[in-house]
Each structure stands twice: as C-alpha cells, then as structure tokens.
C-alpha cells in the first residue's frame, strides 16, 4: 500500500497540464515552420511525462511495475517505428 | 460432489449476477459467447446459403455484405477473443495456481458487464439496420461512404476492449501474484504460459483498437482530416493502426488455443510436454513479434515496397515459435501411451489444421503470391484454418477436458467422439475447397460468382451444414450432463494439475487447504503425493 499523497501534487499536476495545453494551442499560431510540430510534440512529452509521475503514481513505482509502463512506452515507438517506415519510403 | 461447490453456494439471480467468484464469472462468459456464435454462426449459414448458387437467390449485395460484416465482428470480437480467456481462462487460472481467486475479483464481474454493454450495443447497430464495412471497418468507405451504423457498431467494439483490457490485467497481476508456494515460473502449466502472453497483448494492443475506432467516428462525425487525403489526412494510416492492433489480436485468438493444446496432448499421452522452456518461451516470442508483422494485411494497399519486404520477412520469422510449438506437440505423442478421449481428437484435429493454417498464411507473407492472393477466399480458407480449424477446435477440446470439473458431471464419451470426428469432417469440407477457389481466383465478399465455380462452392456449404450439426451437437450432449450426467471425480483424467486436486466442481474458494507445488508440471509418470479426492 503506498503512503497517501497530498491532494496538492495532483491539483499542481492538473493546472500543469492546462497551462501547457494553453501554451500549445498559443505556439500553433506562431509561423515556426517545421518547428510547430516539434514544439507540439515536445509538451506533448512533458505533459505525457507528468501524468506518468504524477496520476499513474510511477514515480512511487519500482521493478515490474515500471518494466510494464515502459513496455506500453516501447510498444509504442515499434508502432511509430514500422508505420513511419511506409511513410518515409513511399514512391 | 461435495455439498457445498461454487453452484450450490446460492441459487438466487442476485447471487449469479454479482458475483466475485471467478468460476460463476467463467459461466456467465460461458452463457454470453454461446449466444454469440450462434449470432455469428447464422450470419455463415446464410452466408454459405446464398454461396450454393452463383446467382443472388437469398440476398441482395447490401444485405450480403452486412451479414459478412456482422459474421466477422460477432465472431472476432464477441466469441474468439474471449472465447479461452474468459470462460476457460477465469474458470480454470486461480485452480491452476492454487489460489482462491482472480488477484482483481470485482474487476473480473466489471469486465463481463462491460463486455455484455459493448455486445448490446453491436446487437442495436445489428438490428437497426446493420453495417456494411466488413469488420475492418476500412476508410474512407466507413468515414465517408457507408450508410450504415458505423458509429454504433465501432462503439460496440470500442466498449467491448475494455473488458479485454481488463482481463488481460488481471491475468497478468494473478500470475505474478497469487501463485501457490512452490509455483515457480518453470512449474507453471504451459496454459497459464499462454494466457500470459496473451494478456500482454490485450493490454498493450487493445487500447490501439480504442484509439483507431475514436480517430475513425470523429473523421466520419466532425468531418476531422485524419484518414481523408483531401482534408488533409492520410487514408493508409487507418491501416496501419487497425492492423497494428488486429494481427497481435490474431494472436490473442490463437494462442490461448495452443495454451489448451500443450495441456490435453501432456494429458492423452500421458507425458510431459516435450522441450517445456521452449513451448513456455514461443509463447511470449509469439506476442513479441506478432506486434512487427501487421503490414502483411497491407501488401497491395499501396504502402511502400521497403515496408512491405521488411513485414514480410516479419512474417516468416513469426512463423518458427508457432512452428516449434507443433513440432514440440508431435515430439510429446512420440513414445506417448495415447488415448483418443474426446479432448484428444480435437487436440490432434487442432495439430493438423492449425498446420494447414500456418502453413498458408506463409504462401500470404510472400510478396508475389499475396498480389495474386489479396481479398480471394484463400485469405479466408487460411484463417478460417487459423481461427475456426484452431482456436474454435482448441475452445471445444478444453471444454471437454475441464467440463467434468466446471460441472462436476461426465458427458457421454460416445457423442463427443461423434462431433469431434464430424467437426473435423465438417470444417475441412466446408473450408478446403475455398482454398482452391482462392487459388483460382474467386474474390471475397462478393454475393455472385462464376458458374465455373459453384462446384467447389456447393462443396463448401455441403461441409457447413455437417459443421453446423456438429457444433449443435455439443449443445445438447453438454447440456444433457450438466444435468443429468454421472458424477465426476476430482481427477478424472488421472492428471497432475493442481486444478484436479480439489473436488468436481469445486469449493467456493477452490481448495480446502493451500496447496504447495513440490514438482514439475506434467508429471504423468510418478504417482501423486495426494491422493486424488473422489468426491
């Protein structure tokens, strides 16, 4: 049983999340190119990255647990990985 | 039977539908895919009706490719999917670990609910009108084109993988958790090796499919350019994502099959499964890379040629765990003292036409053939062999061997010989000439065809009616025992399992006393320690 957490981690987490949902929809006004989408998908790590830590608790997480999270991680790059492959090679 | 089992705890409706207890969740499951085959099988009987003749003489093309679209989305997601897991699975897990439940019982009674949402829901989009996109539910005909309920039936599936997602979570906890003392991983029976590569599966492909089916109703809802090119999306990438779940969902399919398989051949010829670590290891192998091959559905879609070579040789290396599995099975028979009860005969009627299934599907991972091959009924005679031939024969093998447990009765010996031998029968009639109409040339999902054809057609839809009696077969036999049968033993197969070492049918929390593992799994040749309960 993990020790109980102060609600505030998680409000604090929420209004990350809100703050850098309103930073992404900003940045997608700015004429940065290529670059619009590599802004996108970086909060979109970040914000990824603190539901992780902070809602799926992994942070209080060991062993298995995070072997598991990190196969969801990985199964993902092999989608990303071999669906870009036909993307990136097409005629 | 002893007095008191998880059947006669309590009678009451109340006590069957809020029920933690893994085996009365496993007959609910039971109950529910019963009613769904039959759903899906009426939609192959009118399929195989119309198929007779070359001309329309039953249906118009519409309704025709509702029917196939209702048979595939009835079938692959409200039959085969949970067939194993989720009546066998449920039942037979907590005993084969010698715990007392599932690790997430409350989750286990929410799964079913689920399931049972997500199947109204696809029955409302049925009986409303239906859905004509086959179960692929390809773009742009499902986002742009089709006028059928769509929407409502991508909603049924959607629902229904969260209960798979559910179940493969529990597994998963279950056997990492609750195992009995002693029951180290190389002690495990090769079935749970199974559900827990297929549990791995559920939860990582699962929520792919959820994801697919949402970006497909908001292309078709909002008008989104996700799949659409001239909105700016990209119409091979629906594809992608839906095979990316559905080929590993294949595997969902078949691999529990094996899982079944292993332990009726150690049972029948009374020896330990032949190379353990290997047939334990394939299994996790298999769902490894059954997650790299998806682009073999994708051969002539217009994906590119490097791609294409790349799952292709996917596709050929997937092959060998499955093909160490058969070779294991047929080592194990060698030298066995081998006995054709009931679950035998499907087990070796699995062996066989699983093989033929495999062996096709690598004919389908060959770039060449495949462009000749693409949408004919060898596609579908293959994994006809896979899915029905396979994992249906394995569901009815497993049945059989753990029916005395579930229900504490005997059936007759005699009649499920009979449908065994006559589904054999049966399904290869039914499903080997559409190989060779396949090989000719006969497209997939057309209502009319050829009058050159119709030989092999009739041929076809002969065999699916002796199919249809004898999956009817066990309905009434099954059914007969449950009620009527002699009284089972705790152990009538003579076998070492830990889910045999309780009584026919068991306790409400499955054993008396913990019981510890002190050997190895399958181990037909020592006497047990315990003497079997003969209750």
């Given amino acids: ?91 | 039977m002893s007095e008191k089992n998880y059947l006669t705890t309590d009678f009451t409706l109340r006590s069957w539908f809020l029920t933690t207890d893994h085996k009365r969740i496993a007959i609910l499951y039971f109950a529910s895919l019963i009613f769904f085959f039959f759903v899906g099988g009426a939609a192959a009987t009118a399929i195989r009706i119309e198929l007779a003749t070359p001309q329309a003489d039953l249906v118009s093309s519409d309704v025709y490719n509702r029917l196939f679209t209702m048979h595939g989305i009835i079938m692959v997601w409200f039959f085969l999917i949970p067939s194993i897991p989720n009546t066998l699975g449920n039942f037979i897990v907590p005993l084969m670990i010698g715990a007392r439940d599932l690790a997430f019982p409350r989750l286990n009674l929410m799964s079913w609910y689920v399931f049972m949402l997500g199947g109204c829901v696809t029955l409302f989009a049925i009986l409303a009108g239906g859905i004509d996109t086959g179960w692929t539910f390809y773009t742009p005909f499902s986002t742009l084109y089709s006028n059928s309920y769509v929407i409502v039936a991508a909603a049924g599936v959607f629902i229904a993988g969260f209960s798979s997602i559910l179940t493969g979570l529990n597994f998963i906890v279950t056997i990492h958790r609750l195992r009995a003392p002693g029951l180290t991983w190389y002690r495990l029976p090769l079935f749970l090796w199974s559900l827990y590569a297929t549990s791995v599966i559920l939860v990582l492909a699962t929520p792919v499919l959820a994801i697919t089916l949402l970006l497909m109703a908001t292309e078709r809802f909002f008008g989104v350019g996700i799949f659409d090119p001239r909105i700016g999306g990209d119409p091979l990438l629906f594809q992608h994502l839906f095979w990316f779940y559905s080929h590993p969902a294949v595997y969902i399919m078949i691999l529990p099959g094996m899982g079944v398989i292993n332990e009726l051949v150690s049972c029948f010829s009374r020896k330990e499964v032949f190379g353990y670590k290997f047939v334990a290891w394939c299994s996790l192998a298999i769902a490894a890379v059954g997650f790299l091959v998806w682009g073999h559905h994708m051969f002539v879609s217009g994906q590119s040629l490097v791609a294409s070579l790349v799952f292709s040789f996917m596709s050929f290396i997937v092959a060998v765990p499955s093909a160490i599995k058969v070779f294991n099975w047929t080592a194990t028979l060698h030298k066995g003292s081998i006995h054709f009860d009931a679950p035998m005969l499907y087990a070796l009627a699995f062996i066989g036409l699983f093989t033929i299934g495999g062996l096709t599907g690598l004919f389908l991972a060959c770039l060449a053939y495949d462009v000749h091959a693409t949408d004919t009924y060898f596609v579908v005679a293959h994994f006809h062999y896979i899915m029905v031939g396979g994992m249906v024969t394995a569901y009815f093998g497993g049945l059989h061997y753990w029916w005395p447990k579930i229900t504490g009765r005997l059936y007759s010996e005699y009649w499920a010989r009979t449908a065994a031998v006559l589904i054999f029968f049966g399904f290869n009639l039914t499903f080997f000439p559409q190989i060779i109409l396949g090989a000719e040339g006969m497209p997939r999902r057309y209502h009319v065809y050829p009058p050159e054809f119709q030989v092999w057609n009739v041929l076809s839809s002969g065999g699916a009616a002796i199919l249809a009696v004898a999956y009817l077969m066990p309905l009434f036999y099954l059914g007969y025992s449950a009620f009527f049968g002699k009284r089972a033993p705790a152990n009538p197969w003579d076998a070492p399992g830990l889910e045999w070492q309780t009584s026919s049918p068991p306790p409400e929390f499955n054993f008396e006393t913990q019981p510890v593992v002190t050997r190895e799994p399958y181990q037909y040749n020592e006497r047990f320690e315990a003497e079997p309960q003969n209750a």
């Fill in chain 1, 1 to 91: 049983m993990t020790e109980w957490r102060p609600p505030i981690a998680l409000v604090g987490a929420w209004l990350a999340l809100l703050a850098l949902l309103a930073l992404t929809v900003a940045l997608a006004y700015l004429p940065l190119g290529a670059g619009n989408g590599v802004v996108a998908l970086t909060i979109g790590t970040i914000k990824a990255g603190l539901v992780a830590a902070i809602f799926m608790e992994l942070r209080h997480r060991g062993g298995l647990t995070l072997i598991f999270a990190g196969a969801g991680l990985f199964w993902l790059g092999i989608l990303l990985w071999l669906g870009s492959m036909d993307f990136l090679t097409r005629t």
